[in-house]
């Protein structure tokens, strides 16, 4: 079955430690996408990728960063930068045309030791 | 640029009675909008979409949402809501026609609570 891959499911970070969350897709979509999400706050976009090798900053992008290197993958690197990085990530996807619905993985939770 | 909102953080119903998730928007020109639900430690499920035609849209599991421009709402609703059907819904939009994939916006969720 087609869909989105997010990996680990649980994640724990050191101080001063940047860490990656994994987010493949085997959709064939073009934009891939991560927010983050916290209680009472809904999504928030951290940033979105239209096409291999581009992305764009969404509106939390600072102490994060992604590459793009393959249709199927969308890696999130948690860099030291980001000071309170627990919350639950989520990664998306989504066709070309814009009318069609964004697919979500299962989420990575990330909490700090 | 567009905008969300739900005002109810927590809608309470009991099984058997018809609920609504309510849910406006702020958009330049016509909308596209999206309901979705999460279950507990899981991602996004796709519902329902409104994009042109009929203003009753009919989606997954019994969910219907009507779409209405006057009021600029689009509110989730189901004839008779299960216990199941308790999780957290987001309502989203993104303008019509938009080129590109410019990402949706969500309104931050509404969480349903299924009585027995």
């Known amino acids: 079955d087609g869909g989105i891959t997010q990996s680990p499911k649980y994640l724990f970070r050191k101080e001063g430690q940047n860490v990656t969350l994994s987010c493949e897709q085997n959709?064939?979509?073009?934009?891939m996408y991560w927010y983050r999400q916290d209680p009472g706050q809904g999504l928030r976009l951290i940033y979105y990728?239209?096409?291999?090798?581009?992305?764009q900053k969404g509106d939390i992008a600072e102490g994060y960063s992604v590459s793009r290197e393959k249709k199927e993958s969308f890696p999130l690197t948690v860099t030291s930068a980001q000071k309170n990085p627990t919350a639950f990530y989520l990664c998306a996807s989504s066709p070309e045309r814009t009318n069609q619905p964004q697919h979500f993985g299962d989420g990575t939770r990330l909490s700090i030791l | 640029a567009q905008s969300v909102a739900q005002p109810e953080d927590q809608v309470n119903v009991a099984e058997g009675n018809p609920l609504t998730v309510k849910c406006t928007y702020s958009v330049s020109g016509n909308p596209y909008l999206f309901w979705y639900v999460q279950y507990p430690n899981r991602g996004l499920q796709f519902l329902l979409k409104y994009i042109t035609g009929d203003n009753l849209v009919k989606g997954s599991y019994g969910f219907e949402a009507e779409f209405n421009k006057s009021q600029t709402s689009f509110h989730l609703k189901k004839p008779s809501a299960l216990v199941s059907d308790s999780a957290l819904y987001f309502c989203a939009v993104i303008p019509a026609g938009n080129s590109g994939n410019t990402p949706l916006v969500f309104g931050k969720g509404t969480r349903l609570s299924v009585i027995a």
């Open positions: 959709l064939n979509h073009d934009a």
């Open positions: 990728s239209q096409i291999v090798n581009d992305f």
